[in-house]
């Protein structure tokens, strides 16, 4: 099999395709690579104006290389590799928006320090029990969540496991694209 995309290289190409300067844009696209990226690195310090930056449906194992990027506002990983949210502590004051379905992340203990954070998706993933759950409630601003092909929803009936959720997380205003109406 080839060698995965790096970084660079996808960043190169984003520049070829849309005549931009990466490093002044504010929405990078980096999703689909062929060969897939696995790794986020150092490269990504370089997109200091970048407000929204997709790496999704790649096949990358962990998060890093984010630290300096104090302008992100939306964080796409959907369809990677991802085991756990470790890495994301960099961006606790300022991200807003993690989209983190379809991985293999079980453990979100990282997600407690996200002050910022409104929306966050992490369908599709491996989270099992309500201790996990539950770290969704420290987040300040978190109102927004998609849960749903997480082992722990399966083990439920859908109302059984909106209530519970619903009770759980106090703040939330929308549950798996549903306005969440207290009372439910």
Partial sequence: MAKPTTIKEALTRWEEVTKLDSTKATD????????????????LATLLDCRKLSLSSNMIEKIAGIGNLKNLRILCLARNNIKALTGIEALADTLEELWISYNIIEKIKPIESMKALKVFYVSNNSIKDWS??????????????????????????????????????????????????RGD
């Fill in 28 to 43: 990078i696209g980096l999703q689909f690579q062929w060969p897939p990226i696995e790794k986020m690195d150092g490269t």
């Fill in 132 to 181: 996990e759950f539950s770290r969704m409630s420290i987040p300040p601003k978190l109102e927004e969540i998609t849960f749903l092909g997480n082992p722990l929803y399966e083990l439920m009936d859908e109302a059984g496991f909106r209530s519970e959720a619903i009770r759980r997380l106090p703040n939330m205003k929308k549950l798996d694209g549903e306005t969440v109406i």
